[in-house]
């Protein structure tokens, strides 16, 4: 029988960072696109005797990353699609890190061979007083889902 005298709750989605490359890039307020799915493919012999399709794995396949963050003078983002604009193939690996409320490390969705494939500035008006975003898009190959070690329990 399972015990039921520890309580065991989710974690929140609001304690999180951004790695690439094993280092966290910035604190970014929005981070969704960890998604990955397939399609399904149809298959018959001529000989099956139930009159049914057979469904059958096919191509895997990621959706882009999408990160927002407030704009601060650390241009690395830029500087990255940069080199991406001029064709350098400039492919890296990194990880969105789902932290606890006392900022350890949880679990993390690894993704590879990713690229800023779009990078949008900031809407910006007169009237308004919120802060100036910027959005980037992550097209990868793979993704990938790990827990960390349970970490030790807040005293």
């Not at 191509?59 to 927002?68: E, F, H, Y």
Request: glycine content about 8%; cysteine-free; charged content about 25%.
């Amino acid at each position: 029988m399972a015990a039921t005298d520890k309580r065991i709750d989710p974690f929140r989605g609001f304690n999180f960072l951004l790695e690439i490359d094993g280092l966290p890039v910035a604190a970014f307020s929005e981070v969704s696109g960890l998604t990955a799915d397939g399609d399904a493919t149809d298959y018959r012999e001529g000989t099956d005797r139930v009159n049914l399709v057979r469904k059958l794995p096919g191509l895997r396949k990621v959706v882009p990353i999408v990160a927002m963050r407030g704009y601060t003078q650390n241009d690395t983002l830029w500087n990255w699609y940069d080199k991406i604009l001029r064709g350098v193939d400039d492919r890296r690996n990194g990880s969105v890190v789902l932290r606890n409320e006392a900022h350890q490390a949880v679990m993390r969705w690894n993704f590879s061979n990713a690229f800023i494939n779009k990078i949008e500035g900031p809407a910006l008006k007169a009237s308004d007083n919120a802060v100036a975003v910027e959005r980037i898009e992550l097209v990868h190959e793979q993704l990938g889902m790990e827990l960390e070690p349970t970490p030790a329990p807040i005293n």
